[in-house]
Structure formats: structure tokens, C-alpha cells
């Protein structure tokens, strides 16, 4: 019998078995969605993708939207708890005393899996490419014991070749290197430069690949932090990744706003266990002893410093919590740059009462979109911020990538994150929280700065957009929580 004669007979057999398929998976992936997840906004855009777009939404939850309890995540959580029992580092040390008005936060910050307050740090901040990779580059050649290098992007062009060649040199004269890349991020790194550096003496691994059937080609989940520590005392972190259009050298972005920094003291040692438990969960090699976290014989500062850190393979979001119980401490001021708005509820509410109240609550962020679907979703929430007397500025020169909220002078968090449900939920993420009025006043000046760089959203003008505009950030707002 041939095919067009078995489909002629047996057409309404076939029909009705394709049909109780459809349904069987459509109900079990709404069932899974239901299960999965715990963020209302999330649950509903997903389940209308399940309903609305048959199998192709059930496939696109598969791979894109389960998050909560994957083999990836668990895991992650097992290699984070055996490498605790292995290096006894769930025995942390006690918070240093900060400002009483703000030992919330720094509780926050400690909760859980958390890092205790430094003190005794010295912080440098780089606004610009050029200083911030001139800096790094400057560390990696002085390292005498590792260099311990991760990041997001990392680029196989001048800029990428610049930071391999330095780790090659660390590595021939003896120095420990690990070399940690996100395999969507740096989905186009080179395997040049990567085996470049594996035959000076370097190792590589790259964070959940793509194409480890473990993973079942996972795209989400995905290790936003850049850390860079030499020899356990200084530590780079921010927004910066590794490539050229960093320096400003993309037409596409143009001059490139970022905020990186540097860390020496003891407020290094947190930074480089969240890298070191990155590595392990990536490796399995167990890296760990006093070499790595040395003693610091003599403070090199005055900065109270905490590592804060958080992902989805934790129930408590640490950062998150930071940045809501920063916004509800503030008495004069919130000032916030962040490249993507995409607030959950909780904080969008605790931003309009923080306008309500009286306290100058400024945004800072794009003109022209490197994204356009969380550009669109962030215009949709700048109609209730508005609203509430938040002023929203979009920064004209070019790209604002730095990630920052700085609190009536006193208290800034500062890092990876940016403010929105990717960073909040989705990633591996790494701030700081400062303590220290002299580094929070030289945010703010360039804050302001930026400002004067920018145009401020009119509330007016902005009501009276366009239907079509409305409506594209509506469908934004509600795909955001899946792509």
C-alpha cells in the first residue's frame, strides 16, 4: 500500500490521534507552567503562549521557560552545597558594624548564601572602556599566583585577543588561570583563542553549554556576572564585558556609558568564591585554600564593602531584596541607571511610594534601544512611574550600560544587575552594596553628569503616544517574562 493510500484510508484515524496528542501535550505543558511558575505576570505569558500557540508554545516553553526545577538547577545546587562541605565555607564570618540606618540592608546581604560586610577596602571606579580594560590588563600582568577572569561576552576581536595575550603571559611564567565564559553570551568566542590559551597553560570552561544534552539546549538560565581577581586581593567587577564595542567602537552602539570598578582588600574574598563556586559547578575541580583568599595585612582603604550575589537556583533573590528594601529606606533620594526597566510589582510599587512620599526618584536609561523588546516593555512601565512624579531621563550619546542605585548619599548597590526580571530571576548575578559616602558622591556626580547628557521623558507628551505605541509595549511587557 502506498503512503497516499494508507493517508487516504486511515486520514480520520490519523486526524484524531494527531489531535489527542496536541491536547495531551498542550495540557501537560499548561499543567508544567502552572507548576513551574511562581511569578503571576510569568505563569499568565506563558500559559496564553501554551493555549495560544499550538505545540510551538509548548516547544518554546520547553526551551526557553522552565527555570524552576531543572536538572540544570539542581545541580547547580548540589555542587554549590558539596563545595561548601569541601572548602568549609559556610562557616562565614560576622558583618563589620555599618550606619544603623542601614544594618537591614547589610542583613539582607548576609541572608542565606550571603557575604558578610568589609571594611578596610579601597574602590576605584572606571567610567569609560579604555581606563576600565587598561586597568584589568594592568592587574593580569602583576598577578604572582592566578588570575581568575569570567565574563558574559567575550569577544574574539582586538579587544579579546588584547586579554588572551595577557592571560598566555600569566600562564607561561607560572600563574594560575581560569578562564569561565558564558556559552550564550560568548557564543561566538573563537576555539583559536580559547585553545591559544589552554597551550600556554591556561584552563577554560564554559558556564551550562548550549549543546550538553544535560541542558536540552537551554538559552535562559544564563551567568551574567564579569569577575576578574588577581591573586585574591584585587577584584574587577561591573558592567563591562570584553570586546571593542565596550571602548565605543561599534557604530551600531556608538560611545559606550558604563560603570566597572576595582576592589583591593578583604572585600575581594567574597568575589572570588562566587567565582570559584562558578568554576566548580562548571569543572568539578574544587579550588580552594588560604593562597586564594589570603590575609590582608594592611587594610589598603576605608570602604565598608558586601558581595551580594543571587540566581535562580536560590528561592531568596538577594539582590532583588536590596534594591526593594533600598528604594523603602530612602529619605531624600533614588537615583537609578540600568539599561533594561522591567520591575517586578513589588519594586515598581515601592518606586511610585517613594515619589509619593517626596523622595526625588530619577531613572536612568536608553534613547536608542540595543533591544528593542525590553526597551518597549520598560515604556510601558514608565506610564505608572510617571505618573507617580518618577523622573525618567534617556541618555542620547549613545549606549548607558552602567547598573546602579545609589540612596540619599549613603548607600549604592553597584554590579552586574540590571533592574529588571532577567537579572532579578533569570541570571547569575554579582553587586556590591557600599557603605561609604566618598565612593556613593562620586557615583552621584557622574550620575548627574549623565544627566545633563540625556533628555527627560515629558509626562504630558508621553500620555499622548500613539495607540500603535501602546500597544506594542503592552505585547512587550508580556513577552518579556519569556524571551
Known amino acids: 500500500m502506498s503512503l497516499s493510500d494508507f493517508l487516504l484510508r486511515f486520514w480520520q484515524d490519523i486526524t484524531g490521534w494527531v489531535f489527542l496528542a496536541y491536547m495531551l501535550l498542550t495540557l501537560g505543558a499548561f499543567c508544567w507552567v502552572l507548576h513551574t511558575k511562581r511569578e503571576t505576570m510569568s505563569a499568565i505569558a506563558w500559559s496564553l503562549t501554551v493555549l495560544l500557540f499550538p505545540l510551538f508554545g509548548a516547544v518554546l516553553f520547553f526551551l526557553f521557560g522552565s527555570q524552576s526545577i531543572t536538572r540544570p538547577l539542581t545541580r547547580r545546587q548540589e555542587k554549590k552545597s558539596a563545595y561548601k562541605k ?82 598566555c603571559e600569566c600562564a607561561r611564567r607560572g600563574v594560575e588561570v581560569r578562564f569561565l565564559y558564558d556559552s550564550v553570551g560568548s557564543y561566538n568566542l573563537s576555539w583559536r583563542l580559547l585553545r591559544k590559551l589552554t597551550q600556554a597553560g591556561g584552563r577554560t570552561a564554559a558556564f551550562l553549554p548550549i549543546l550538553n544534552p544535560l541542558y536540552r539546549f537551554r538559552v535562559n538560565l544564563r551567568n551574567h556576572r564579569k569577575i576578574l581577581v588577581v591573586d585574591g586581593n584585587v577584584g574587577f567587577t561591573g558592567g563591562l564585558n570584553i570586546g571593542d564595542e565596550y571602548l565605543g567602537l561599534a557604530r551600531k552602539f556608538g560611545p559606550w556609558r558604563d560603570t566597572h570598578f576595582r576592589v583591593e582588600g578583604e572585600g575581594v574574598h567574597g568575589l572570588q568564591r562566587v567565582f570559584l563556586e ?24 576605608t570602604a565598608l564593602v558586601q558581595v551580594v550575589h543571587s540566581g535562580p ?13 533600598g528604594i523603602l529606606h530612602a529619605r531624600k533620594r533614588v537615583w537609578i541607571a540600568s539599561p533594561y526597566f522591567i520591575p517586578d510589582g513589588g519594586l515598581k510599587d515601592a518606586l511610585m ?9 530619577r531613572l536612568l536609561g536608553l534613547f536608542r534601544p540595543d533591544k528593542w523588546l525590553p526597551f518597549l516593555a520598560a515604556r510601558f512601565y514608565w506610564t505608572d512611574v510617571l505618573s507617580a512624579g518618577v523622573k525618567v531621563y534617556q541618555y542620547t550619546p549613545g549606549m548607558m550600560h552602567s547598573k546602579f542605585m545609589l540612596v540619599d548619599g549613603e548607600w549604592a548597590s553597584i554590579g552586574t544587575a540590571n533592574m529588571d526580571n532577567r537579572s532579578l530571576y533569570l541570571n547569575f548575578e554579582v553587586n556590591y552594596q557600599l557603605f561609604d559616602q566618598p565612593a556613593i558622591a562620586e557615583l552621584e556626580e557622574h550620575f548627574l553628569k549623565d544627566l545633563e547628557s540625556s533628555i527627560r521623558v515629558d509626562t504630558e507628551v508621553f500620555s499622548k503616544r500613539p495607540l500603535v505605541a501602546k500597544l506594542a509595549e503592552n505585547a512587550s511587557r508580556l513577552l518579556s517574562p519569556i524571551l
Do not use: C
Open 86 to 167: 569541601i572548602t568549609g565555607a559556610a562557616d562565614g564570618k560576622p558583618s563589620v558594624d555599618v550606619p544603623a540606618r542601614w544594618e537591614r540592608l547589610a542583613k539582607l546581604g548576609h541572608h542565606g548564601d550571603g557575604f558578610p560586610v568589609t571594611a578596610g577596602n579601597a574602590i576605584t571606579f572606571y567610567h569609560e572602556g579604555h581606563l576600565a580594560f587598561d586597568a584589568m590588563i594592568e592587574a593580569i600582568h602583576s598577578a604572582r599566583n592566578h588570575v581568575h577572569i569570567q565574563f558574559f561576552i567575550y569577544r574574539s576581536d582586538a579587544s579579546g585577543e588584547r586579554f588572551i595575550d595577557a592571560l
Open 278 to 301: 562558578d568554576w566548580h559547578f562548571a569543572t568539578e575541580e574544587a579550588v580552594h585554600g588560604e593562597r586564594y583568599s589570603p590575609k590582608i595585612e594592611k587594610p589598603p582603604g
Open 313 to 325: 537556583d536560590s528561592l531568596y533573590k538577594a539582590i532583588r531584596e536590596t534594591y526593594f528594601a
Open 353 to 361: 511610594l517613594a515619589a509619593w512620599s517626596g523622595v526625588d526618584v
